[in-house]
C-alpha cells in the first residue's frame, strides 16, 4: 500500500463529513500506515487464475442478429438435467477465460479469473456453452446507442428491436442458435426479450438463483434468468441453476422444488386446476396487446381455469420505488467498482481492479445513456441524502403486500408483459424519460417485490410477437411454471 499525504487526509475527512478542525493529520497518517500493514495482510490470499479457454469473435454469417459478442465451446460431461442443451451466457455473467465485457468498451480487456456459480452449475448437469451473449452497456437497455459493439436485431423482423438488456439472449433463442440462454432481470431484462421476440422468459423468486460472478445492476432488483423456446428447458435450466451458494448469503435457506417434473406431460386439461387472478393495473397499454393477452386469458377459462378480477393495492408506488432504488443502487455499485457494501456475498477483486482503472484512464469510453443513469443515482445520493432510496423500501413493502393480497385465492396473476410490441430500432426508443415508466410499469414491480414471474408467447400484433405474464407467490416457482407449461400446452393444441 502507498503513502499518504496530509492533503490525503483532509479529503478523506471531508468525505466523511468531518470538522476539518478536529483533525490531527500527522497523528492520522500515522494511524493509517499502521492499519494498512494490518490490512496488507490480505495480499498474501492466493488469487485464481483463469484456466485456458479458447473463443473466438463470432461469425457474422452465422449470427446474422447479432446475439453473440464472444463465442466458445465448453463442455463438461454428457449427464445432468441439460445434458445435449446448447447455452448462451449473458456478458454479465462470468465465464473464467472468456471476456466479459457487460456490453461496454470500457471492459473490452476484462478476463474473469473464476466462472460464476450459475455458469459451474450449467457445466456440471450437461450443458454446451457456446458462447457471451449481445447485451446493453452495463445492462441499461432500450436504446441503440447502449448496444456499443453489435446492434442485436429482432428475428422476427430484422428494422425491430430484440428487447433489452438480454437482447442477444432472446435472439440466440429465437433464431435457435441454442436452446437455453441465461439472461439478466432487474425490471423486465428477460420478460422484455422474451416478449418481442416471442419466447420464454422466466424470472425466479428472488434469492432462489446465486449471483455469485454476476456483475449487478441493483441488488434488490437483480435476478439471473433464463429464455428458451419450451417451458420444459426454462424449467431444466432452472433446476441446474437454483439452490443455495455459500458464496451469496441472498441464497441462504433457498429451497429447491421439482420444476421439470411440474412441466413434463402436462396437457391443457390440467387448466381446470388453475384460478388466475387479473389485475387491471397491468392493462391500459398498446390496445392491441391488451386484447391479444385478454384473449389469451379467455382461452384459459374456456380451457377449464376460473378466472378472476383482482386489484393490486399501492400499485401506483411499485416504478417510483423501482427507479429510486435502483439508479441508487447501480451508482453506487459502479461508483465502489463493483464491490458490494450491502450484501454479504464475495466480491471479484479482479473486476474492482478492471472497474478502478477503466473510470480512471478511459471515462470518455461510457456510453451517454450509461452516463446520464449513473449522473442521476448520485443526484438522488448528494441531493436528498438518500431520502428517497429510504422511501422507496417503504413503498416496496407496501407494493410488495399489494401483490400478497392479489395473490390471496389465486394462483397466479397475468396480464401482458410488455405493454407494446417490439418498436422499430429507427424512431420509437421505447426508454425515452417520458415512456420508461410505462415501458416497465409491468415487469419492474415484480423485481421490486421479489416474486417470480415467466413471459409466454400469446399471439400476434401487426406481425410481432406479444408476450403473456404470469406473476406467482413469492417461492412458488414450480407454480409459475407449471401455470406456464399449461399455457403452452393449450396454444399447442389450436
Known amino acids: ?82 445434458a445435449g442443451r446448447t447455452v448462451a451466457v449473458k456478458d454479465n455473467i462470468a465465464v473464467a477465460g472468456v471476456p466479459m465485457t457487460c456490453g461496454s468498451p470500457l471492459l473490452t480487456d476484462h478476463v474473469p479469473d473464476e466462472d460464476a456459480t450459475v455458469v459451474e452449475r450449467l457445466l456440471d448437469t450437461g450443458g454446451r456453452i457456446v458462447g457471451k451473449a449481445n447485451m446493453d452497456e452495463f445492462a441499461l437497455g ?8 453489435r446492434l442485436a436485431r429482432n428475428p422476427n423482423d430484422p428494422d425491430h428491436q430484440p428487447g433489452g438488456s438480454s437482447a442477444g439472449s432472446g435472439v440466440a433463442v429465437a433464431n435457435d442458435q441454442v436452446d437455453v440462454a441465461l439472461g439478466t432481470d432487474t425490471g423486465g431484462s ?178 451517454e445513456y450509461t452516463a446520464d443513469v449513473l449522473i442521476y443515482g448520485h443526484h438522488l445520493m448528494e441531493q436528498y441524502g438518500n431520502e428517497y432510496y429510504a422511501r422507496a423500501q417503504r413503498a416496496r413493502e407496501l407494493v410488495t403486500d399489494g401483490v400478497d393480497t392479489a395473490l390471496d385465492g389465486v394462483d397466479v396473476l397475468a396480464g401482458p408483459t410488455t405493454p407494446m410490441v ?16 410505462e415501458a416497465v410499469r409491468t415487469t419492474g414491480p415484480f423485481n421490486l417485490t421479489g416474486h417470480p414471474a415467466v413471459s409466454v408467447p400469446c399471439g400476434e400484433s401487426d406481425g410481432l410477437p406479444v408476450g403473456l405474464q404470469f406473476v406467482g407467490a413469492r417461492d412458488d416457482d414450480v407454480g409459475v411454471l407449471r401455470t406456464a407449461a399449461i399455457w403452452e400446452a393449450i396454444r399447442e393444441s389450436t
Open 1 to 82: 500500500m502507498s503513502g499518504i499525504e496530509p492533503e490525503d487526509v483532509r479529503k478523506y475527512a471531508k468525505r466523511a463529513r468531518l470538522d476539518q478542525s478536529r483533525i490531527d493529520r500527522d497523528d492520522q497518517i500515522t494511524a493509517i500506515e499502521a492499519q494498512d500493514d494490518l490490512v496488507s495482510k490480505l495480499d498474501e490470499l492466493d488469487s485464481p487464475s483463469a484456466p485456458d479457454r479458447e473463443y473466438w469473435d463470432p461469425d457474422e454469417t452465422e449470427d446474422p442478429y447479432a446475439a453473440f459478442l464472444t463465442r466458445c465451446d465448453l463442455h463438461r460431461t454428457d449427464d445432468g438435467v441439460l
Open 142 to 149: 432500450g436504446d441503440a446507442d447502449a448496444m456499443r459493439f
Open 190 to 367: 428477460v420478460r422484455f426479450p422474451a416478449s418481442f421476440c416471442g419466447v420464454v422468459g422466466f424470472k425466479p423468486s428472488r434469492g432462489l438463483v446465486p449471483l455469485t460472478g454476476f456483475v449487478q445492476f441493483s441488488k434488490l432488483n437483480d435476478e439471473i434468468g433464463v429464455l428458451s423456446n419450451a417451458v420444459e428447458d426454462a424449467a431444466r435450466a432452472l433446476a441446474a441453476m437454483a439452490g443455495p451458494d455459500s458464496r451469496d448469503d441472498a441464497t441462504r435457506g433457498a429451497t429447491t422444488g421439482a420444476y421439470v417434473d411440474a412441466v413434463r406431460d402436462v396437457d391443457g386439461a390440467a387448466a381446470g386446476d388453475l384460478t388466475v387472478g387479473v389485475p387491471d393495473e397491468l392493462f391500459g397499454g398498446d390496445p392491441a396487446v391488451d386484447e391479444t393477452v385478454r384473449h389469451a386469458i379467455d382461452e384459459l377459462a374456456g380451457a377449464g381455469a376460473t378466472v378472476r378480477e383482482v386489484s393490486i393495492r399501492h400499485f401506483a408506488y411499485a416504478i417510483p420505488a423501482w427507479w429510486a432504488i435502483a439508479m441508487t443502487e447501480v451508482a453506487a455499485y459502479v461508483a465502489s467498482n463493483g464491490v458490494n457494501y450491502w450484501q454479504r456475498s464475495e466480491s471479484s477483486t479482479e473486476l474492482a481492479v478492471a472497474m478502478a482503472e477503466a473510470f480512471e484512464e478511459r471515462p470518455g469510453e461510457l456510453g
Open 422 to 437: 417490439a418498436p422499430a430500432w429507427d424512431g420509437e426508443n421505447y426508454l425515452e424519460d417520458d415512456t420508461l415508466d
